[in-house]
């Protein structure tokens, strides 16, 4: 893939990435906090003892709150959120999370003058206390947060500063900018900690990429090959064909010698490139195992996978590679054998066999195809 377009596609996953994640965290924050509204409610009415002028407001206002943390809860969250799920679900929550924020900031602003004391100070109390929940812990987005706290904490700020005293106004007014400091900071680093943890993340997957691939020719690597092939001994074992070839560029020392290590791996490259386009079937593996060795697993009969080995063969002997910007003739021996699973009992013993095959090959001359066990 080119690389402007390989650049976007990361940056389009760590996006998707990171709106995964903020789904996630959200969820679990906003159900975490949801029930202690109907708590406050209750405590504030429960100190009235839900006495006849306060009974139906009381359950009005507690089953408001009950039903609003129960829907928090259980808004469905899409199990494998694309990136247009994860935005409704997240404007859903914060619709759950603003009603809740208005109506208890509307609560708390008419017990101030409606209820007995000591519910106007629980309520009063508490409000502080969801003001900084809510600067702390729902800090995922800024606007939406300061339009939360601003609805718990101004309807009381009103009453306050209109009922009480000035200065008792003033001080919550003071509280309030508190926590949208609060918020501000909080967000930017809740959103440092998640581009670092993405960031983490890629890392971690580009290593697990490595380990797994060949860094000259992009494939697989022999960890990875032998892994591969103990799977595709477990698949077949049940009868299914398999045969493993072991191809060893002839004489590639002198390759090297005679033009240049860098043209060695120039050449290495292009073998690996036809020997992919050689088997490029389903089930079909290529794996470069080191050196100028290669391997292919095929789900084929031995047979079959000896005639494929020949026609890469002859294909590789008669159209040169072109690398160091010149045209060479290379050849390669190969060792095939095919999988039994009464002589293989792992994935060892088959490439014992076939490697013993292409030793045969290389001492019947190079440039042939020697099969196991021998004929
Ligand atoms: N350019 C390059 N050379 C490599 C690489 N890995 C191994 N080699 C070289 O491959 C050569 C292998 O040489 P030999 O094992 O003698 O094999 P050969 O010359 O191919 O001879 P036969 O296999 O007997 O036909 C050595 O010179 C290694 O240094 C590599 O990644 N790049």
New binding site residues.
Partial sequence: MPERPVAQERSRLRARNLLVQEVAETRQRARLGGGFYGIAAALAFGVTGFAPPYRWSGLLVVGTLVLLAVARVLLPVPAAPGEAEARRYLRRIWGVILATAVAWGSFSAWSQTTLPAPAPLITLLFSGAFGMAIAHTLCMRRLPAAIAIAAVMAPTLVVLWGEVAFGVGATWLVYMAYMLLVMGRSHREYWERLELEEELRQQRDVFATQSRVDG?TGLPNRREFSESLERAMEAAGGGQSLSLLIL???????I?DSFG?LA??AC?LRFAGRLREAFPGEGELCARLG??EFGVVLPVDRATARARAEGFREALERVPLEFDGVQRTVTA?IGCCGFDVRRHADADALYREADAALYRA?VGG?NRTECAPAA
Wanted: glycine fraction near 12%; proline fraction near 0%.
């Fill in positions: 000259l060893d560029i002839d004489h590639f020392k002198r090297n290590h060695g791996d290495l050196g100028e021996s290389k190079r």
